[in-house]
Every structure is written in C-alpha cells, then in structure tokens.
C-alpha cells in the first residue's frame, strides 16, 4: 500500500525529518521558506494514519531569510513512554514537545558555544546521547539522563567534523557510533567512530571504503550505506548496505545487495527488515545539476538477508537522490515512510511493507 501523506506546500513546509508514535500518527518537522518575504521558520506536524490527514501543525522559532538552514542539527526523535517529541532546530538546546498537542514542555540547555550536532534519546537506559562540538574540547559525546537532564558520562570523540543525523546508539546504551567522511580527490572514504560507555570509557576508529550516508544499529552489528554519487557503473551499482560488527569490528562489505542497482544513500530498520534506496542517476560537469535515471525502495529480511521486494519509485523521485530519506515505524505495524529533505520529490510516501511484499 502506498498512501501519500501530503505534499509540501500542505504539511508545513519541506520535510526535514520524521518520526512514527504508537498512536498511528507520523510526526514530522517541516521548514517553511520566506514565511513573509523575510523569515523562515521550522513547523512541527502531525499526520493521523487513519484519517489520512493532517490534523495539527505546531509554528517554532523565526529565522531570518539569509540565514541558512542549520543542517547539522535539524531533526527530531520520539519519547514513547511519556508521549513526547524531542526536537532540535537552533543547534543550542533541545526541546521536548507533548504530542497530544504538540506544545512545548521542557527544553535541555546547552552552554553559550557549545553547538549540539546530533543527538539519539534511549528510554530504556533512561539516557539521552548528545553529540556536541564545543570551543576548548573539540568534538565531545556526552550522556545525559533522558528525565532529569543531569550529565553522566562525556567522551572526546577523535575527530574535528562529525556528520549531521549520524549517531546510532545500542538498545543497552553501551555502545554509540557516529562518523566523519573524508572527501579526497582521489578516492574518499569515511571513518567510523565506536564509542563505549563503561568504567573506562573510549572511542576506537573504523576506516571504510566509502564515504558514509547512514547509520542503524541491528543487534550486534551497525548498519551504514554510502553516501558516493550513484551512477551506471558497474562499481557503483554493486554497492550493498555494509555490516560492521560491535564485537569484533569486522565490516562485511556485501550484508544487504541489489545487483544490477546496487543500495545508497539511505536505510531504515523495521523490526524484522531492512529498507534501502537502490538507484542510480548521471551528473553533468557542464550544468553542475544530476538527473535521476532509476530509483526504487528495496527491502531485505532482517536475518535471511534475502530481497523480499521492491517498490518502485516515480521518475521524479531522485532529482536529489543523495537526499533522500526513510524513517520505518518500530511498534510492530511494519510501515515505512519515504521523502527528501532537498524537496526533490514533493510527497512523503508510507508504505505498509506485508502490502510491498505481498506485491511482489
């Protein structure tokens, strides 16, 4: 089943990102550009899944039109046990929303110069993982408690760039990785940053052969996908959603394949399977713009790592490929929403995955 959610120009502006709550709505925060010639400003949306509409809209902060986007922190993650939302837009604090109405509740503050870059809240462990790049410390992990906002643990992460919506955190909350790319003209490549958190905690570097769109932890493994250009080659289209394993740091380059498409750019995690974006498009040197060729949603079981299906998209859907996005529901329903950050295709599409692969 692909339902789509609502275009652009109805649901608050160009979606940044999205999450699903146990209560069949999807959440997601928009940008509304030159609200009056002169501002912009993030919306905050809810999407009833039954009633297919849009029920409630939520106005942040104004920005001023020249300002650009902050792109290192504009997303937002969901609190299930105590019906929040828990959102970053200015890079200085996060602010937890009800979602019943979508009103504002608390905000965790951040110390003037310090930027938060992302951040991944664990209700289990009763913790909430900031990533945060300060003025004297560089890059720093801190682990606050998700209740009260009081700092546990901080760890100084070896790196001096961390990438935006880059931090994965395991469901004991004793391990979170992040990453940094490292564009080369020659070849790039990405790094990936393992954090633990224990009596003695550290970081520990993992050098991939790619630049890295992604990460998703699943068990014991963590999940990444590339973030390089797409294009016909042979090379490129036998690209595969990659497995580092947490234990022994092994990465198995071949975890999840398409062949003849190859997987990029973005993937989700729904309880017993894993979604990618597979396509590929071409790039002109004379225009500077991409055109998008092929672009399709695939989906693999969990643990067979068998392709179970896929879902094709419309030719319009990767005009900024390398921008797209899919957000999957984690309370049993398997249902996966897709959209593009860069507005390169106007729809958020939910797709119910037993109606994907019944389909197939």
Same mark, same amino acid.
């Given at each position: 089943?692909?339902?789509?959610?609502?275009?652009?120009?109805?649901?608050?502006?160009?979606?940044?990102?999205?999450?699903?709550?146990?209560?069949?709505?999807?959440?997601?925060?928009?940008?509304?550009?030159?609200?009056?010639?002169?501002? @912009?400003?993030?919306?905050?949306?809810? @999407?009833?899944?039954?009633?297919?509409?849009?029920?409630?809209?939520?106005?942040? =902060?104004?920005?001023?039109?020249?300002?650009?986007?902050?792109?290192?922190?504009?997303?937002?993650?969901?609190?299930?046990?105590?019906?929040?939302?828990?959102?970053?837009?200015?890079?200085?604090?996060?602010?937890?929303?009800?979602?019943?109405?979508?009103?504002?509740?608390?905000?965790? =503050?951040?110390?003037?110069?310090?930027?938060?870059?992302?951040?991944?809240?664990?209700?289990?462990?009763?913790?909430?993982?900031?990533?945060?790049?300060?003025?004297?410390?560089?890059?720093?992990?801190?682990?606050?408690?998700?209740?009260?906002?009081?700092?546990?643990?901080?760890?100084?992460?070896?790196?001096?760039?961390?990438?935006?919506?880059?931090? %994965?955190?395991?469901?004991?909350?004793?391990?979170?990785?992040?990453?940094?790319?490292?564009?080369?003209?020659?070849?790039?490549?990405? =790094?990936?940053?393992?954090?633990?958190?224990?009596?003695?905690?550290?970081?520990?570097?993992?050098?991939?052969?790619?630049?890295?769109?992604?990460?998703?932890?699943?068990?014991?493994?963590?999940?990444?996908?590339?973030?390089?250009?797409?294009?016909?080659?042979?090379?490129?289209?036998?690209?595969?959603?990659?497995?580092?394993?947490?234990?022994?740091?092994?990465?198995?380059?071949?975890?999840?394949?398409?062949?003849?498409?190859?997987?990029?750019?973005?993937? %989700?995690?729904?309880?017993?399977?894993?979604?990618?974006?597979?396509?590929?498009?071409?790039?002109?040197?004379?225009? =500077?713009?991409?055109? %998008?060729?092929?672009?399709?949603?695939?989906? @693999?079981?969990?643990?067979?790592?068998?392709?179970?299906?896929?879902?094709?998209?419309?030719?319009?859907?990767?005009?900024?490929?390398?921008?797209?996005?899919?957000?999957?529901?984690?309370?049993?329903?398997?249902?996966?929403?897709?959209?593009?950050?860069?507005?390169?295709?106007?729809?958020?599409?939910?797709?119910?995955?037993?109606?994907?692969?019944?389909?197939?």
């Amino acid at each position: 089943m692909l339902i789509p959610v609502g275009r652009t120009t109805s649901s608050g502006g160009v979606p940044l990102d999205a999450v699903f709550t146990n209560r069949d709505q999807i959440i997601t925060l928009g940008t509304t550009i030159e609200l009056d010639g002169k501002h @912009w400003q993030y919306r905050l949306n809810q @999407w009833d899944i039954q009633k297919r509409a849009w029920v409630r809209h939520t106005a942040l =902060e104004a920005h001023a039109s020249q300002q650009k986007l902050p792109k290192e922190c504009a997303r937002i993650g969901y609190l299930p046990r105590v019906s929040e939302v828990l959102a970053c837009t200015d890079n200085h604090n996060l602010t937890f929303f009800g979602v019943e109405k979508l009103d504002k509740e608390r905000t965790q =503050e951040f110390s003037s110069g310090e930027q938060v870059l992302d951040f991944a809240p664990n209700e289990n462990m009763n913790a909430l993982y900031v990533v945060v790049a300060t003025a004297r410390r560089g890059i720093v992990l801190r682990r606050y408690q998700l209740n009260s906002g009081k700092l546990d643990q901080e760890i100084e992460v070896p790196t001096s760039e961390i990438n935006s919506r880059s931090l %994965a955190v395991a469901a004991d909350g004793t391990t979170a990785a992040t990453f940094a790319n490292l564009y080369r003209r020659t070849k790039s490549s990405g =790094e990936i940053i393992i954090c633990r958190f224990n009596q003695h905690s550290f970081c520990k570097k993992v050098i991939t052969d790619t630049p890295i769109s992604q990460l998703s932890v699943s068990d014991d493994s963590l999940l990444f996908v590339s973030s390089a250009f797409a294009d016909r080659r042979s090379s490129s289209r036998a690209t595969c959603i990659q497995s580092l394993s947490l234990s022994t740091l092994q990465i198995d380059a071949h975890a999840y394949c398409r062949p003849g498409f190859g997987v990029h750019y973005a993937i %989700a995690i729904s309880n017993n399977f894993v979604i990618g974006y597979s396509g590929y498009g071409t790039y002109s040197s004379f225009t =500077e713009n991409t055109k %998008a060729l092929v672009g399709s949603l695939s989906v @693999w079981g969990r643990t067979s790592r068998k392709l179970l299906a896929v879902a094709n998209l419309t030719e319009n859907s990767g005009v900024h490929q390398n921008s797209s996005k899919i957000v999957a529901e984690g309370f049993g329903k398997d249902k996966f929403l897709f959209f593009n950050v860069l507005g390169g295709f106007p729809d958020l599409l939910l797709y119910d995955l037993h109606d994907v692969i019944a389909n197939n």
